[in-house]
């Protein structure tokens, strides 16, 4: 009997890889126990590649498919389109996250994310694009939204198409049968619904569809003669098996926590002898002793981890180490570093094959540029930077039904332009200023309205955030009503410029989104909005302002002037500021502006150092790696991916 103490909870499965492949467990004599079903994805993913056929036998819950997560996806979509003059509009984070679900894979792919590139600067996307982008068969269910009934009837045919081609590909037996399962439930609800004569609103459609759902499961059924078996408790009953391994040996899981929400009384349940908490605790029991009768080895597999919820070995695993503590019990601390798997922590990208291909469109005649933010993301972690520009691998930002911290900065920003965007290349005088800062409260109502057609934003925290909106949009005007008049020469303007970094690379492409672009008395103002801290760093500390990502902001502006500054042919560098419009910069007022652009010395260095970075980005001997500065991945959205925040990472 070998008892595994695994530190991580993850780990378990590790454990198990190394078991299967140092034994020869292929045969009909070995099973897999998992009394928790949550982990039989992991444990199908830890099964060596040499082995050959394996059979599952288990109870697997729908809820813990993506296919709920898909579903609700869609429904999350279709609930936030937007109807502008007859047309269809769909919110583009909410789109994309629909359509790169992998449960579309079957179709042409390469569309979507063709469709994406070509809309990656708008907020949301018509139907009309969208049709004219991706295979027919998709395009027309985003259509049918008109009705609950359409609705569930486009889900059904989107989880039949991708029935169809997992069937075509002979893929995947879990997902097949789960959709089959999903479909007759979709059909049942919507059998009832009709029957019953009732109106669902969306809402509630999601909590019966979500209820049914989770009570769901698929019994999937493999051949108990041949090849390694997986199986759950239950499953094994009345077979005998040479090698059991089991996976989650933990209290609370094996036997489990017995449930005893009841309405009948404990007394009732005995008077009539029906089945009590204890006769569960009792059929597990045996299960788990039956199994031992004929095992040869028995491996029991259990999680110390700390921060789940059963972090004590099984009661069964006590009683086997009283009762056989003299009889060849064998107990292992794994240790993760006795893993060659693990050893891969350090995560490095080379640049070749597509990597290398997706880096050269960056350069001149390429389709794609370097903007202030993948340079920035390249400075803080060049592996961050490879996942989110070179691999495209970035998770969409979620687009919420309340105002989250990272709208409300997309809110300034078009709250300010809808407010100067009829004075676009004219002058701002103080009057024009005055009469915003008195309709402030009606403009952002109004605005608020058209991005939040489905709520009530005079209720609730939106009084709070609308109020957060007026404050910020009142200093930035009141600001600027001080420095009136000037003229607007650009609002949300993109600009594209080529850089020349050596002989060899040659000219990259460089692009950038301005905020705004002012000019009063000869002197142009680049200028940024932003909601969070900024600092600018002083001429004499400019080692700051390369060496650290203290002074991003200030990064980002420098190399939207010189982008400017390549565009402009006629200005002159000491025309130029460079600032910021700050909600929190301290004692120091809302603006924040700085000159030191202009300070040629300041430009070569931006210049040259820039360079540096480009030679290093098309470096093929440097590949892409972590960052060392471990507080760069506070906020990493690859946090778990690169195991940055695992106790195995020791970088
Ligand atoms: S978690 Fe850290 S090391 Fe990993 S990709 Fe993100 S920033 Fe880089």
Redesign the pocket.
Known sequence: IYLYNVASESGQVNVLNDILSQNNMDNSGSVVILPDTDKLIPVLNSIPDNYGKFNITINYPVSLTSIKEFIFEYLDLTNSIRVINDEIFFPNNKLFRFLLHPYLKFTDTTKFYKLKNDTDEIHSVSLNTITSYIDKNISDQLKEFKSLESLSESIINILQLIFESLIEYEQNDIESSTLIKVIDNLNYIQTIIKNADITLDLESYKILLNEVLSNESISLKGDPLTGLQIMGLYESRAIDFENVIIINANEGILPPAVNNNSIIPMNLKRFYKMTLPEDLTKNFAYMFYRLLIYAKNLYLIYSSDISSDSKEESRYIKQLEYELKDSGLKKINFNFNDTEKLKSKNIEIKKEGDVLKTLELYKSGGKNSFSASSINNYR??S??FC?DYVMRLNIPEELTLEIDPATFGTHIHNLMLNIYNEKSGKTVDKNFIQNKINELDKIINNFLESEYANNDIYKGKFILQKKMLYDYCNLILKTDYDYAPFKILHLEKSFKTEFFVNDEIGSVNLKAKIDRIDEKNGMIRILDYKTGEIKFCNADKYEKLFDTNEHNAQFQLYLYALIFNNSITNLKPENLITGAYSLRSGDNGIFLADESYNDNEMKVRFENYLREKFVEIYDVTKPFV??EKKE??KY?N??DN?L?NSSLDEN
């Open positions: 803080e972690c592996l961050r996942f972590k960052t760069n991945c990493c690859y946090i690169c940055r």
